[in-house]
């Protein structure tokens, strides 16, 4: 059983950086692919990016290309959401989630298992 918990959130204004992190405990961290999805009120739940378990491949939402930065470090367990030129519309809760798949994977019934999140909010 793998447990997920995210840390880094908060209030930032529009054009500020935030650095997420998540840390894994129980299973291998570096077998499984990790992602970061977000929830803003009243939408689904979305892909952001992921990352597999070698850190080799990533994939980002287009909306995030440029500005967001997804990284792993394997020895602390821990995979890293870098945020830059934060927009309003980025405002959401922002979840971390882990799946057995060795490709980074969009749609979230493919994970296997996920954080609390975290709270990030942009104000204009």
């Known amino acids: 059983q793998v447990q997920l918990a995210e840390t880094g959130g908060g209030l930032v204004q529009a054009g500020g950086s935030l650095r997420l992190s998540c840390t894994a405990s129980g299973g291998t961290f570096s077998s499984y692919t990790m992602a970061w999805f977000r929830r803003a009120p009243g939408k689904d739940r979305e892909f952001v990016a992921g990352i597999t378990g070698n850190g080799a491949s990533t994939y980002y939402r287009d909306s995030v290309k440029g500005r967001f930065t997804i990284s792993r470090d394997n020895a602390k367990n821990t995979v890293y959401l870098e945020m830059n030129s934060l927009k309003p519309e980025d405002t959401a809760v922002y979840i971390c989630?882990?799946?057995?798949?060795?490709?980074?994977?969009?749609?979230?019934?493919?994970?296997?298992?996920w954080g609390q999140g975290t709270q990030v909010t942009v104000s204009s």
């Open positions: 989630a882990a799946t057995t798949y060795t490709i980074v994977v969009i749609p979230t019934p493919l994970y296997d298992y």
